[in-house]
């Protein structure tokens, strides 16, 4: 999702060669949608399902994307789940508004990027803040072009001894001059 609501999409990937028929899946939790029949999703491939998907194409030039769909993602808390025609569970995550979620994904108009699927979705380790504002629906999030990107708020204290702490998740140092 993204700050503004007629922006919101969830973006699917196919990470095998294989295409897949996804004919009569369906999009649960805070964002209700059925994917028509006959809508295959090549190897290697994004699908883009959005809340408005005319917004969404005139503010990013993207390709393909269905929708609408009924619900709203919540900048505070909520539910993502993608089911099968059978009805089985693909992927589902619950993701949250509190500090081991990207803060920059909570409503400043980042999306939420399964960065590190190793973790699981259900894990806020396996989640990123988008590199762009707005997320990028259809593509590959691009990698960061600055080392300081990837310095997060750890921590902070306010109670007469007041701190902050950062953080650099990365194997490198980031110069913060």
Partial sequence: GTQDPVLEFVEL???SPISVD?????????????IPDGTRLPGGEFLVIAADP???ANAGGIGTILGPWTGTLSNNSGTVRLR???GGIVL?????????????????????VLAHPSFGEMSP???????????SPGFVDPPSSSPLDKII??????????FVELHTPGPAPADLT
């Fill in 13 to 15: 990937y196919n990470s």
């Fill in 22 to 34: 996804l004919s009569g899946w369906k999009l649960r939790g805070d964002a209700d949608f059925d």
């Fill in 54 to 56: 005319g917004a969404l």
């Fill in 84 to 86: 099968k025609a059978s």
């Fill in 92 to 112: 589902e995550t619950n993701y949250r508004d509190n500090s081991r979620w990207p803060l920059a994904a909570d409503g400043a108009g980042h999306s939420l």
């Fill in 125 to 135: 380790q396996a989640w990123e803040a988008s590199t762009l504002y707005g997320g």
């Fill in 153 to 162: 708020i750890s921590e902070a204290l306010s109670n007469g001894t007041d």
